[in-house]
């Protein structure tokens, strides 16, 4: 049996298609000099713009965010507008072009953000299974014959996410590093195809459209308790190291005041009822503090992997 793309409503399968990649800024400097350009004052005055990244089932995004885009509103005493966008080079763009204030940040894309752009991650959440991070999956059909040994993997077809995402790109490119291959993944494989989101990878393993698949280890978990056939179906071959969550980042820019109230508003929301009631429908327990140093995971597995992140293109397929 098959899941289809309706069904599962994943942003990853039916936007990309319609998303035509904006070349972008990919050297340090460039992107660096685009984000000390952008004027603090105009976005204060019309409010905070947000972005989210595709990670999930497009609806299931909106409903977790949506509360705590009105509770941020009150908290700062300006409109708060949470933009999702189509694919992750987007991030990049919208804050380029200053059309958003600040994005939900993963691991990689938020590693990225810090050091090439001076984005300032103000906190992150913590589950409701009380940690901060996760982990990447690979994962294939129980009865593949595949292993966790990336040597069973040569030949194969890979479903990754993005290759600015850790769990679907950098952990599995880490990988066949460890093994000896210094080679392009594409050469690696079969074939190698970018799902655009983390359940869309897992579809394309389920549905046979590929042999393996990467995801972060939140969204499968919640992907197999919507879906328990997929469970039944697919096993998970092998585990990463832990990265942090994804991360409110804002531009460099932004109007101290409003970065204050934008940090003390997520660090405070637990000890509120309303935001209590908000976290709940959030999936979290809290906010905690975030730093660059929190990223230090990321960056080893960079260098694992062979990839400098200070002049990794961002861009979404080979």
């Known amino acids: 049996m098959k899941l289809d793309a309706h069904r599962s409503a994943t942003a990853g399968t039916t936007l990309l298609s319609l998303v035509t990649v904006v070349a972008l800024a990919v050297c340090s400097g460039e992107f660096s000099r685009a984000m000390a350009g952008i004027s603090g004052s105009s976005a204060s005055d019309r409010g905070i713009t947000i972005a989210l990244l595709p990670e999930r089932n497009v609806f299931e995004q909106k409903k977790r965010y ?19 966008l189509d694919n992750y080079q987007a991030i990049f763009t ?10 939900f940040f993963g691991s990689m894309n938020g590693a990225i953000a810090q050091i090439k752009g001076g984005v300032e991650i103000l906190a992150r959440p913590v589950e409701l299974s009380g940690v901060s991070t996760y982990s990447g999956y690979i994962f294939t059909k129980r009865d593949s014959g595949i292993t966790k040994n990336p040597v069973t993997w040569k030949g194969k077809s890979m479903a ?113 009822e309303d935001g209590q009631r908000v976290l709940r429908q ?36 080979p």
């Open 94 to 103: 919208e804050i380029l072009e200053h059309r958003v204030d600040g994005a």
């Open 160 to 272: 990754f996410v993005n290759k600015v995402t850790t769990a679907g790109y950098l952990y599995p490119l880490a990988l066949l590093r460890h093994t000896g291959y210094t080679g392009e993944p594409e050469k690696y494989f079969k074939k190698t195809s970018f799902a655009g989101s983390h359940d869309a990878a897992i579809l394309a393993v389920f549905n046979g459209e590929a042999d393996l698949g990467a995801c972060k280890n939140t969204i499968y978990e919640e992907y197999i308790r919507l879906h328990p056939e997929v469970q039944r179906n697919i096993v998970v071959l092998t585990v990463s190291a832990e990265v942090p969550s994804n991360g409110l980042g804002v531009r460099p820019d932004l109007d101290p005041e409003l970065k204050r109230r934008l940090r003390e508003a997520l660090l405070t929301m637990n000890s509120r």
């Open 282 to 317: 959030f999936q979290a327990q809290r906010f905690v503090p975030t730093t660059l140093k929190d990223y230090e995971p990321v960056f080893t597995m960079a260098r694992q992997a062979g990839i400098d992140l200070a002049t990794w293109p961002l861009r979404d397929t």
């Open 66 to 84: 949506q509360p705590l885009e009105g509770y941020l509103a009150a908290a700062i005493g300006r409109p708060v507008t949470f933009k999702l």
